[in-house]
T-cell receptor, first 116, second 113 residues
Framework: AQSVTQLDSQVPVFEEAPVELRCNYSSSVSVYLFWYVQYPNQGLQLLLKYLSGSTLVKGINGFEAEFNKSQTSFHLRKPSVHISDTAEYFCAVSASGHTNAGKSTFGDGTTLTVKP | NAGVTQTPKFRVLKTGQSMTLLCAQDMNHEYMYWYRQDPGMGLRLIHYSVGEGTTAKGEVPDGYNVSRLKKQNFLLGLESAAPSQTSVYFC????????????FGPGTRLTVL
């Protein structure tokens, strides 16, 4: 079984400032890791994913995340945020390979609010 | 491609009424999922399906039933709605060999009075 903890429920930040959204996970098996974004009144969209290889992964809209196996973390970062980045962000984990029907476990979400 | 679509977008029910939510995907995905999203609780898996004619329980299946008679459709039924089922419901799908990335529908906002 896997679990995900998003350490901040709300993150307010000013426009053009850097931001980090923190995610820790636990699992007894190898995992794939994901960040999804949900804009108001919409479904979730994939921002980026870590499958294997390089621990720094780049996604859409200038976001990147770093996989740290020893700390079981997968923090999301952006060097300079825009008003349009205001949204809810979800970290998710699933067992790697083709087991467990590809089910993902989601964190509770972090609301990023970018202020002018 | 329309991707994943959900019908209806909004619905208000009275306690005890029944309804069916429809999820349709045109990407030929094998796996489909139903989640509910509640404030501060992320997404919780209700039921899922790994192929036509097969379904399985997720984390919070009580009070819901599902059917997958066609590969492209996944139906979620509420037999006797309760206020605790007030939520936003999301459907998702994915290919079996696609590293577990899921594609989500726009959601159905359900209120049970």
């Amino acid at each position: 079984a896997q679990s995900v903890t998003q350490l901040d429920s709300q993150v307010p930040v000013f426009e053009e400032a850097p931001v980090e959204l923190r995610c820790n996970y636990s699992s007894s098996v190898s995992v794939y890791l994901f960040w999804y974004v949900q804009y108001p009144n919409q479904g979730l969209q994939l921002l980026l994913k870590y499958l294997s290889g390089s621990t720094l992964v780049k996604g859409i809209n200038g976001f990147e995340a770093e996989f740290n196996k020893s700390q079981t973390s997968f923090h999301l970062r952006k060097p300079s945020v825009h008003i349009s980045d205001t949204a809810e962000y979800f970290c998710a984990v699933s067992a790697s390979g083709h087991t467990n029907a590809g089910k993902s476990t989601f964190g509770d979400g972090t609301t990023l609010t970018v202020k002018p | 491609n329309a991707g994943v679509t959900q019908t209806p977008k909004f619905r208000v029910l009275k306690t005890g009424q029944s309804m069916t939510l429809l999820c349709a995907q045109d990407m030929n995905h094998e796996y489909m999922y139903w989640y509910r999203q509640d404030p501060g609780m992320g997404l919780r898996l209700i039921h899922y399906s790994v192929g036509e004619g097969t379904t399985a329980k997720g984390e919070v299946p009580d009070g819901y039933n599902v059917s997958r008679l066609k590969k492209q459709n996944f139906l979620l039924g509420l037999e006797s709605a309760a206020p605790s089922q007030t939520s936003v419901y999301f459907c998702a799908s994915r290919r079996v060999f696609d590293y577990n990335e899921q594609f989500f529908g726009p959601g159905t906002r359900l209120t049970v009075l």
